[in-house]
């Protein structure tokens, strides 16, 4: 009798507990769908997801522009760890958080989201502004259906130290091809053991080789064959035996940080992102490099019309179960319009918005480099997205990367290495 | 009510039945702060990644039954085979090199010499040093061009020495000394509390019979370890199978696949692509494996503790 009353009670007490669960998740799915408030001239705090909000300059002016412009919404910023962010954001999301600004780090992530149906339909904001000049825009389209609107476009130019290139009288050809420019790195080495001055540094991602040949080539990264990295491998590899650039092997082992690589002073030549400009920029301000340095466009293939390269898009969306989500689509075209490029542009960051008076305003920043290549190489003609999106992209990067790796450390030759990915994408990702 | 039930038995039973009752509560109050926290962190997830190994989860929706699939896929990935390969071929370098190590320096420091306490401190130092630093350090000792290692190598008259991590023959050795040196310390402990216990006169008496300093070691101190040879055996076997922070700051399992081990492979397929089932599957196998070597090893033991 005393076990059954107190199994009983336990029984009753369970049964509360799940009653007060089902009735807060109830309650949770009410306030999801609790409607605007209907005053618009009260005031509204909008939640906007970002990572190291402190290091991470961009955010901060574009917040402190859109406040001005709208004085009567107020914007909290929910500061994530940079590595966490996908992690962080995907478990957000799938627990129901409302946070209203959810920025898509990568396309990644974006197609996720979008697939889960957990970003707000931004299809009829893209359709009713003009977008001829936002760059980046393709990557967010999904079957015709827009989720996001990007705010920032960086992609890849090369950075030149010009006092290295003047010493040795090297100026750079207009357009470049890979042959100058192994020809001109080749040319710009020099010293031997801790005086060494190399003509290029390539970074250890595999993008440096892989994806600026499937841009330049038009070659499809997701496809399973990959004989069209095979040129730009005998620059990369070519370089590299030739002791022109820092070895691989001794990149990757010791970490090796590409703005040391170019500040020091010991690398002619970079291919890099535009994102390092800000980068650049601070250390020079600080005192801690004193390179003189310049853009260049990508080099190209041998023919090419025009400048090809490749880059990466980040975008804002509205999360579906945004409470402001009309402040929140507010937010977003800010972001994306002529006033959000310019608040970016301030703080040595690329904007989506791609005008003459933006290139302006950019080279307009205290300590630019001021000659007309570097501005050229501002405005290149096509930006090819990084990686495109898929079911298969992660398992397909991780073999694309493994087997960079084999062939940079001289472990498989160029065309093994070509036809190793070929087998393994085809046999493990895509069967 | 108790009343009511208890009153029938005899006179002395209640007080016994209570006493045991009381007994048995006071004891599981007792065990219970501990249990709660064991059950809660420790048995719960484990039996939560037994049964994950046979669902699809992504974390996000909901679980699906898929019963062997995962495993039948592990069968097939090329990346498990390679993974298991690397961690058989760490496995079978660090646990006889760090055993043997281990014993050359506690026996070498059992003696007493001058400032053996420092040279028993120096030797226990790379194991309580930070692993990302013992890692970092170590790579750039091993920089295939401007290393230590094979500066020194070529001048010793090796003109074509190992590229270490920047080479897939040579990134696992490289891996192998790294782990070795960082738990020779250890081990080295346990064998010194190991060779305390020996008494003196077994070797005196062995000395008496005319056996030389081999012959000691292999007739007497062997044999006398033989329980903590038994404990780092086991203790090294599970460590072994289960490494995955020194690959990870070393070499992140490249150069290629070179270094991949099957830990790596469960965080890879499960926090960074978010297949925890196919990951809580690799872990499974991976937990069976270190249970039949284990098993194996205990085994081995009792046959030859009795023969």
């Known amino acids: ?20 669960g089902a009735l807060s998740l109830t309650l949770a799915a009410c306030g999801s769908g609790d409607p605007e408030p209907a005053d618009p001239n009260g005031k509204i705090t909008l939640s906007v997801t970002v990572w190291n909000l402190a290091k991470t300059p961009e955010f901060k002016a574009l917040f402190d522009a859109f406040q001005q412009a709208n004085p009567n919404i107020t914007i909290k910023p929910v500061d994530i760890l940079a590595d966490d962010y996908p992690e962080k954001v ?3 999301l799938a627990g129901g958080d409302k946070t209203d600004v959810i920025t898509m780090k990568n396309v990644t992530d974006y197609s996720r989201y979008s697939s889960r149906n957990q970003l707000l ?9 003009d977008t001829s000049k936002l760059a980046g825009l393709d990557a967010f389209d999904v079957g015709g259906k827009y989720y996001a609107l990007p705010y920032r476009q960086d992609f890849w130019l090369l950075y030149y130290n010009k006092t290295l290139l003047d010493k040795a009288g090297v100026k750079l050809p207009e357009p470049m091809t890979w042959d100058d420019y192994v020809k001109i790195a080749k040319q710009l080495t020099s010293g ?18 892989q994806a600026v040949s499937a841009a330049q080539t038009g070659g499809d990264q997701l496809g399973g064959d990959y004989t069209f990295f095979t040129d730009q491998y005998n620059v990369a590899k070519g370089l590299q035996d030739a002791g022109a650039v820092l ?36 250390a020079k301000e600080k005192g801690a490099t004193d390179v003189e340095w310049g853009l260049a466009p990508m080099p190209q293939r041998p023919g090419a019309t025009g400048v090809t390269t490749f880059g990466s898009p980040t975008a804002f969306a509205v999360n579906k179960r945004s409470e402001h989500a009309d402040a929140a689509k507010k937010f977003v075209e800010f972001a994306a319009s002529k006033a959000g490029a310019e608040a970016i542009t301030k703080v040595g960051v690329v904007p989506a918005l791609q005008t003459p008076e933006i290139t302006e305003a950019y080279f307009g920043l205290k300590g630019m480099p001021e000659d007309e290549l570097s501005k050229k190489a501002f405005e290149p003609d096509k930006v090819v997205l990084e990686m495109p999106v898929s079911e298969h992209t992660s398992d397909i990067d991780t073999i694309l990367n493994e087997e960079h790796e084999l062939i940079m450390v001289g472990d498989k030759s160029i065309a093994d290495g070509i036809r190793s990915m070929n087998e393994r994408v085809k046999s493990e990702v895509l069967n | 009510m108790t009343q009511a039930m ?3 038995l005899p006179p002395a039973a209640p007080p016994r039945r209570r006493r045991s009752w009381r007994n048995i509560l006071v004891g599981w109050s007792f065990i219970l702060p501990n249990f709660i926290g064991f059950a809660l962190f420790t048995l719960v997830p484990m039996l939560a990644a037994f049964a994950l190994a046979f669902l699809d989860w992504d974390s996000y929706s909901t679980p699906e039954w898929v019963g062997l699939e995962n495993f039948e896929r592990l069968w097939r990935d090329q990346n498990f085979h390679v993974a298991l390969r690397n961690t058989l071929f760490y496995a079978a370098g660090h646990i006889p090199l760090t055993l043997a190590v281990a014993l050359g320096l506690a026996i070498v420091l059992d003696r007493k010499i001058r400032g053996v306490q420092f040279f028993r401190t120096a030797a226990f130092f790379p194991y309580i040093t930070s692993l990302v630093a013992v890692a970092v350090v170590w790579n750039m000792l091993f920089n295939p061009t401007a290393g230590p290692i094979n500066q020194f190598l070529e001048a010793i008259g090796i003109s074509d020495p190992p590229r270490w991590v920047a080479s897939t023959d040579w990134a696992m050795p490289a891996v192998i000394i790294t782990s070795v040196w960082r738990d020779m310390g250890y081990y080295m402990v346990l064998y010194l509390a190991g060779l305390q216990t020996i008494p003196r006169e077994y070797y005196e008496a062995a000395r008496v019979d005319g056996a030389g300093a081999w012959q000691r070691f292999w007739n007497v101190t062997l044999p006398c370890l033989r329980p903590t040879t038994f404990f780092v055996l086991v203790m090294l076997t599970i460590q072994s199978f289960k490494v995955l922070d020194l690959i990870v700051v070393m070499t992140d399992g490249g150069p290629g696949r070179s270094t991949l081990v099957l830990a790596q ?28 070597v284990t098993v194996l090893q205990f085994r081995l033991n009792e046959r030859r503790s009795t023969s």
């Not at chain 1, 009798?1 to 007060?20: D, P």
């Open chain 1, 247 to 282: 070895d691989f092997g001794t990149a990757k082992s010791q970490q090796a940080d590409y703005r040391t690589q170019f500040e020091s002073g010991k690398t002619a030549m970079m291919p890099m992102g535009t994102w390092y400009i800000s980068g650049i920029l601070e």
């Open chain 1, 121 to 129: 339909d931004l299809t009829d904001m893209v359709k009713s502004t």
């Open chain 1, 192 to 209: 031997e053991g801790g005086d060494k001055v190399y003509g290029a540094y390539h970074h250890t991602w595999r993008s440096v080789v």
């Open chain 1, 90 to 92: 995907t478990t957000m």
């Open chain 2, 265 to 292: 492979l469960v965080y890879r397929e499960g926090i960074r692509e978010g297949q925890f089932g196919y990951s809580s599957a690799i872990a499974l196998v991976l937990f069976l494996i270190v249970l039949t």
């Open chain 2, 6 to 8: 208890t009153r029938p």
């Open chain 1, 1 to 20: 009798m005393i076990t059954s009353g107190k199994g009983g009670a336990r029984r009753q007490a369970v049964k509360g507990l799940a009653l007060a």
